[in-house]
């Protein structure tokens, strides 16, 4: 018996998504036969290589530079020149959209909407899959799946459905699957299935359509469903096997290079922060010891020789980020972390340049220190501002990421963000302004229920009328208006966000210290 793993559409087609390659590597050490097929970065290029509408001027020549377009993100050159790089992406997009438009979608490197069908309803989830033809994505998949069963001949298919952009494509490939294939058994897991399953009133609403639906970690089940036998899975399944990328199209993946996604940590090590769907959702943090992190770092850099190494964790744990720092992983990474009192110190942080971290991601949320105190954050704005100054001057970008709209939060707060972003610009790289979501396990007051069943958040009433409309008011008159945040947001990646902020540091399109 034996299993095959899909990574729908729609994501950012950079780099492997980590979730299948971990349970292939632990199948395969249980001698369980597997197989994965990478149909998002397939499905993308498949939308990009249709004939298109050329009836405006800049849709031809996109086109004449599609295939230039393609290989120029897969090459260093691109990424020297920030300008290049924008234009590059935009026109891809721009083809993109227009493939989307045939199929009644809108389609982006990390988007995927459908003009009839939410993701958010079960209801349109099933639609998608009663009618997988009206996908854009059913052309190839209705193709390469019965070429992959044939070979692999599985009794299981599984969907790792990571993001809410990737729902719909999966229920599609799940409705042609149970159609064409009625006798072949489907499981779907993945972080979205798991944030579903975690809610207080979750009902399955798929039990027609799926065998089998999994929450959390995959290990486990996937060892009763093969019959491991239990004395070859005694170690907890998330710190026993390395991550197997064998089945995955390394070629096709629009980085130049390699790029390795690798989590050391289940969970957050922090877990107090208000809001957080990881305390939510009662997920337990399990590190895995720092020494083993260190080895299976270098076995995995020796097999692959990556280019660029992704820690995926939540946040990266102070003990791990201390090996890091001692020994070397080989190529230059990256990964988040909080601001944490270690990073205010420059003989650290000069040891973790040395070590190859080329960028940092740092959840600073907010400039003003009520809102932080009622966040649960753990730190303060003067903390936030010695970490940037001080990764900045050891060599290391940052990529902030900013929350605005919380509970505590009111204009005169968001202006003291802004503050603190001027203040600081010489020591912010990149920036992600984001708005604030209540999420649905929050006892909250609600201005009424959604009709969106699988929504994860909910509207509510600000207390300070600081709603989502004055928000993003303030955001695009006011923050983004800034010259300081202005000369910040055109730097940052457009769409592969902080996938491709490293090599724009790496190949010295702009500087860690960007004090220009």
């Known amino acids: 018996m034996s299993i095959l793993f899909i990574v729908p559409p729609v994501s950012k087609p950079s780099e492997p998504l980590l979730g299948v390659p971990r349970l292939i590597g632990h199948l395969r050490r249980r001698r369980v036969s597997c197989s994965a097929w990478d149909a998002n970065v397939e499905g993308l290029l498949y939308l990009l290589s249709l004939p298109l509408p050329t009836r405006e001027k800049r849709a031809r020549k996109c086109l004449d530079w ?59 989830l099933l639609q998608a899959a009663d009618h997988p033809e009206a996908n854009p994505f059913f052309s190839l998949f209705s193709q390469r799946l019965p070429q992959l069963l044939e070979s692999s001949r599985p009794a299981w298919v599984g969907i790792s459905i990571t993001y809410l952009s990737q729902a719909l494509s999966s229920f599609a490939i799940l409705g042609f699957l149970k159609r064409t294939f009625p006798e072949l058994k489907v499981v779907l897991g993945g972080g979205l299935i798991t944030s579903w399953m975690k809610r207080p009133s979750w009902k399955n609403p798929f039990s027609n359509h799926v065998d089998l639906l999994v929450s959390g970690p995959g290990e486990e089940v996937l060892d009763d469903l093969f019959s491991v036998q239990k004395e070859t899975s005694s170690a907890s399944p998330e710190s026993t096997s390395l991550p197997d990328y064998s089945d995955f199209p390394w070629n096709l993946y629009l980085s130049p290079g390699r790029v390795l996604p690798y989590n050391t940590s289940f969970g957050c090590h922090w877990n107090r922060c208000a809001f957080c769907p990881e305390k939510a959702e009662g997920r337990v943090y399990k590190p895995s010891p720092p020494l083993r992190v260190a080895e299976e770092l270098q076995e995995l850099r020796a097999f692959y020789q990556p280019s660029l190494i992704h ?26 972390v909080r601001c944490q009192e270690q990073l205010t110190d420059p003989a650290f942080a000069r040891q973790l340049k040395e070590s190859g971290c080329c960028m940092l991601k740092l959840g600073v949320e907010s400039g003003d220190p009520a809102v932080l105190k009622n966040m649960k954050k753990g730190f303060t704005p003067k903390r936030s501002s010695r970490v940037l100054r001080t990764l900045s001057e050891a060599g290391i970008a940052t990529y902030v990421y900013l929350l605005f709209g919380t509970p505590w939060e009111d204009e005169e707060s968001a202006l003291r963000t802004l503050s603190f972003v001027e203040e600081n610009h010489e020591s912010v790289t990149f920036i992600n302004p984001s708005l604030f979501r209540m999420p649905r396990f ?32 303030f955001l695009d ?14 730097r940052t990646p457009l769409q592969f966000t902080s996938n491709h902020a490293p090599f724009l540091v790496l190949h010295r399109a702009i500087s860690s210290a960007c004090r220009h």
Request: aromatic share 10%; proline share 5%; glycine share 6%.
């Open 311 to 336: 820690l995926t964790d939540n946040a990266i744990p102070p003990s791990t980020l201390r090996k890091l720092a001692e020994i070397s992983p080989g190529p230059p990474w990256y990964g988040f």
């Open 442 to 473: 929050e006892t909250t007051s609600s201005s009424g229920e959604t009709t969106n069943d699988l929504s994860l958040y909910q509207d509510f009433n600000h207390e300070k009328g600081w709603d989502r409309r004055r928000v993003r008011h």
């Open 66 to 124: 599609r295939d230039r377009h393609l290989e120029g993100l897969r090459a260093q050159r691109t990424y020297q020149n920030v300008d290049r790089y924008r234009r590059t992406v935009k026109d891809l997009s721009h083809l993109l959209g227009l493939a989307g438009e045939l199929h009644q979608s809108r389609i982006r490197f990390s988007d995927f909407q459908h003009a009839r069908w939410q993701p958010l309803r079960s209801s349109d």
């Open 477 to 490: 008159r006011s923050f983004k208006k800034s010259p300081r945040v202005a000369r910040i947001l055109r």
